[in-house]
């Protein structure tokens, strides 16, 4: 079955960078949508990024745009999402998430939660101010 395993979360200070990983395993589709999504203490789970099968096709929440960068290597079956300048307000576990096979990636579609299908179990960051 597909699994996804998040790693590099930790406690940082306000304007650092972080990068976290995303291992993605037991996937056999040839093309597949992939995404970061947060959730912060007493609020809902908001879309973070989202990436295609290419660099050519992302799309990313207002807040984290010109600080986030959403990348996948297809030979390691990895998705990292570079993180810089943090602020407190980006404290949250962060969620990878993955979709089932898809034909083509919509930039609209996909800022969706419900639009995967496979998801792994957070992992921590927490800014200082």
């Known amino acids: 079955q597909v699994q996804l395993v998040e790693s590099g979360g930790g406690l940082v200070e306000a304007g650092d960078s972080l990068r976290l990983s995303c291992a993605v395993s037991?996937?056999?589709?040839?093309?597949?949508?992939t995404g970061w999504f947060r959730q912060a203490p007493g609020k809902e789970r908001e879309f973070v990024a989202a990436?295609?099968?290419?660099?050519?096709?992302?799309t990313y929440a207002d807040s984290v745009k010109g600080r986030f960068t959403i990348s996948r290597d297809h030979a390691k079956h990895t998705v990292d999402l570079r993180m810089t300048s943090l602020k407190p307000e980006d404290t949250a576990v962060y969620y990878c998430?993955?979709?089932?096979?898809?034909?083509?990636?919509?930039?609209?579609?996909?800022?969706?939660?419900?639009?995967?299908?496979?998801w792994g179990q957070g992992t921590q960051v927490t800014v200082s101010s």
């Open positions: 998430a993955a979709s089932g096979k898809i034909a083509f990636f919509n930039t609209g579609v996909f800022r969706e939660g419900r639009r995967y299908d496979y």
């Open positions: 037991g996937h056999t589709a040839s093309n597949y949508a």
């Open positions: 990436m295609g099968w290419t660099a050519r096709t992302t």
